[in-house]
């Protein structure tokens, strides 16, 4: 292979691992799974579906979430260095600066809050900024000083059905009922699947600090009892679309299948109090949410 062969090369692996460090920044998939329910959501309001309106707010979306999860990581960079979990971020490692992840964090922050304040209404702008907000300078500074922190970030966390509900507004004070409906299941979902991924990681977790099971005894029958409770309490709330005859009998099979199952796997963590039953509750979290989501939308 020739120089300029091997400068070539080296110049696309040097890009790759950048794109790879930005996608790891700003937390490509999970803030694809939060855009997802903001489309669902989207979709199961919209009376006639708009799809360049759509595809703005993914966008715009992404932009805003994926920028909230990189001033997450500016903030806890070396605390992110004492985890195994994430000790491995472009910013622990120092392949990237803390001026390059403020500059990018900021543009997309930006960009983001714009394309939905104009593709969409002021008020998709402002719910969006809002969540960054929240998420950013109240929840990621909470989660060192109090477990109270899960139920202020399930605030940032609900907010992107309800967008989704408000991009297909006028966006002037108008917010349908199917988005506030949305809104508190994404919430109260949040807690059951906040505190099962807490359950496992919990050792990694007391590496930094981070206070986030509920029970102070950390992984015991109290904070297994708070996780039943919440994915109880779920269920009925899942249900409210239905119930406000927003989707139909299926719709209503589906929501008690998942969640009736969803609660079993809660029942066995509050039984076994083992991080195996918590593992299996987190990725059944992973699965209720969207599945749920779905549902709605396709029933609507």
């Not at 979306?61 to 491995?88: H, K, W, Y």
């Not at 997309?108 to 809002?130: D, V």
């Not at 299941?185 to 807490?198: D, T």
């Not at 299948?257 to 963590?269: P, R, T």
């Amino acid at each position: 292979m020739s120089a300029p062969e091997i400068n070539t090369a080296e110049k696309a692996v040097a890009q790759n691992s950048k794109m790879r460090d930005y996608a790891m920044f700003m937390k490509f998939r999970l803030a694809s799974l939060v855009v997802l329910s903001a489309a669902i959501a989207f979709i199961a309001c919209a009376e006639v579906l708009n799809w360049a309106s759509l595809g703005w707010l993914v966008l715009g979306g992404f932009l805003v979430t994926g920028s909230s999860n990189g001033f997450n990581q500016i903030i806890e960079r070396n605390l992110d260095g004492l985890m195994t979990r994430t000790q491995n971020r472009p910013l622990p490692q120092g392949r990237m600066s803390v001026m390059e992840a403020i500059i990018l964090a900021s543009i997309t922050g930006i960009a983001g809050i714009a394309i939905l304040w104009i593709f969409m209404n002021p008020l998709s702008g402002i719910l969006g900024f809002l969540a960054l907000l929240l998420y950013t300078f109240v929840y990621t500074p909470l989660k060192r000083i109090t477990p109270f922190g899960v139920f202020v970030g399930a605030f940032p966390g609900a907010i992107p059905p309800l967008l989704g509900c408000v991009a297909t507004t006028s966006g002037f004070g108008e917010i349908p009922l199917l988005g506030w409906i949305l809104f508190a299941g994404q919430f109260m979902w949040q807690f059951p699947h906040f505190w099962a991924i807490a359950w496992v990681l919990d050792d990694d977790y007391k590496k930094a600090g981070f206070k986030m099971l509920p029970s102070a005894g950390g992984r015991d029958k109290g904070s297994a009892f708070q996780v039943l409770i919440y994915t109880l309490f779920l269920y009925p709330i899942s249900l409210l679309p239905v119930m406000f005859h927003y989707s139909g009998t299926a719709s209503a099979f589906v929501i008690s299948a998942c969640s009736l199952y969803f609660l079993y796997q809660a029942y066995q963590l509050y039984k076994e109090c083992t991080i195996e039953a918590a593992r299996r509750l987190m990725f059944g979290s992973f699965l209720y949410l969207p599945l749920v989501q779905l549902a709605v939308m396709i029933g609507k």
